[in-house]
């Protein structure tokens, strides 16, 4: 194979995106192959693109079945990410799916053993891990520079969104549209990122405020405070109805702390470990000696990075940076914070997945969002894999 033949599944605000970055020729190795939404506007739009050999669906599985692909990068809603990227698996098709890997973990389960089965390169849309940022921030960790984790804080709160935002979108802000707010919706990434650079925590308090700030019935603030294991802990805090807002993601170590702010990471790296100072010093006050080490940032490649990567995996066997398998954690951490939110009660990780479920339906079955065909349809399919 010396191409991928991609074709884009839903062509909205993320896939047209791609749809043109492909069709220029950005990503080496990749030609757009075909396009299918059920918006027939949409499929119009990219009909008056021009694009050379371009086959245009309105049925997924028509493309999934045309033999005209060999990959497929899946950018609906939430809910529909597993169950189109299972049958996408069962043809022995290569995937790309947007953030997140889906609303409940039990569905991704699935989807990963389902990929798992196939054979097939399978990546999530975690573009923030191609940051040289976000990089040099998990290698300090993981070589044990920054020395074993104390304390992690995230406070993530500039993405706001005024209310004409979640009224252009009938899906957005809904529990059947979308299953949640901005733990579903903006915050995908700083989850990811959390555990990716940090671990997972055992064990989750969620606070949640649903439509404090917008009309709408998920949450739009939440903040949770997380323990690990090791008896570090944890705070994150998000909202989309807070401004100008914050993104300040510090690490504290036992050799000192990593502050990425601005577009800005510092390292304070202490000249002694903590834990040793404390021990030994006669000095009352004294704090450890620290150096203050402000290191290169970028933004990397982001989407393109990401898609190269999964076109490089396919062609030459380059080792992905986002498995699509690691796609759960951050359903997990979003499952588990909803879950404590609405019960009120501490959630263990791995998540009471049952319990989750019950809860989510709850709100499902009574959600303002109605699909064609009424909501029982549109229960009977998230509920349907």
């Known amino acids: 194979m010396n191409a991928v033949r991609i074709g884009v599944v839903g062509a909205g605000n993320m896939g047209s995106g791609y749809v043109k970055m492909i069709a220029a020729g950005e990503v080496e190795g990749a030609r757009l192959a075909a396009v299918c939404d059920a918006d027939p506007a949409r499929i119009e739009a990219v009909r008056a693109r021009n694009i050379a050999g371009l086959s245009l669906f309105n049925d997924y599985r028509q493309m999934l079945d045309s033999k ?4 497929v990068m899946i950018t609906t809603p939430h809910y529909d990410h597993p169950r189109l990227a299972t049958e996408a698996f069962a043809r022995g098709l290569h995937v790309l799916c947007e953030k997140p890997a889906g609303v409940f973990t039990r569905q991704v389960r699935a989807m990963n053993e389902a990929a798992a089965r196939s054979g097939t390169v399978f990546s999530m849309m975690f573009n923030q891990r191609t940051s040289d940022t976000h990089l040099k921030m998990k290698e300090l960790v993981s070589s044990g520079e920054l020395g074993a984790i104390v304390r992690v804080n995230w406070i993530i709160t500039d993405w706001f969104r005024p209310q004409s935002y979640y009224d252009a ?24 990122l959390w555990q990716w650079i940090c ?13 404090k700030y917008h009309n709408i019935e998920v949450e739009d603030e939440v903040t949770v405070f997380a323990e690990y294991e090791s008896g570090a802990t944890a705070v994150f805090i998000a909202s989309t109805g807070e401004a100008p807002g914050t993104n300040r993601f510090e690490i504290v170590g036992d ?12 390292f304070l790296r202490n000249r002694q470990p903590t834990s040793e100072h404390l021990r030994t010093s006669k000095d009352f006050f004294k704090r450890p000696e620290a150096w203050r080490i402000e290191l290169a940032t970028g933004d990397g490649e982001q989407h393109k990075g990401i898609i190269k990567n999964w076109v490089n995996a396919i062609l030459k066997g380059t080792p992905l940076l986002a498995p699509g398998a690691e796609g759960i954690r951050q359903v997990e951490l979003a499952n588990a914070i909803m879950l404590s939110g609405w019960t009120g009660e501490w959630a263990t990780l791995p998540v009471d997945e049952s319990r ?7 709100r499902v ?11 029982a349809a549109t229960v009977a399919d998230i509920w349907k894999s």
């Open 255 to 266: 050799r000192g702390r990593l502050v990425l702010e601005e577009k800005k990471l510092v």
């Open 169 to 192: 979108g009938g899906w957005r802000a809904t529990w059947a549209g979308e299953g949640g707010g901005v733990l579903a919706n903006q915050t995908p990434h700083q989850l990811d």
């Open 365 to 375: 079955e009574s959600s303002t969002y109605k699909k064609p065909g009424g909501l």
């Open 356 to 362: 989750f479920e019950a809860e989510l339906r709850k």
């Open 199 to 211: 671990g997972m925590p055992k064990r989750v308090r969620g606070f949640c405020y649903f439509g």
């Open 68 to 71: 005209a692909v060999d990959g």
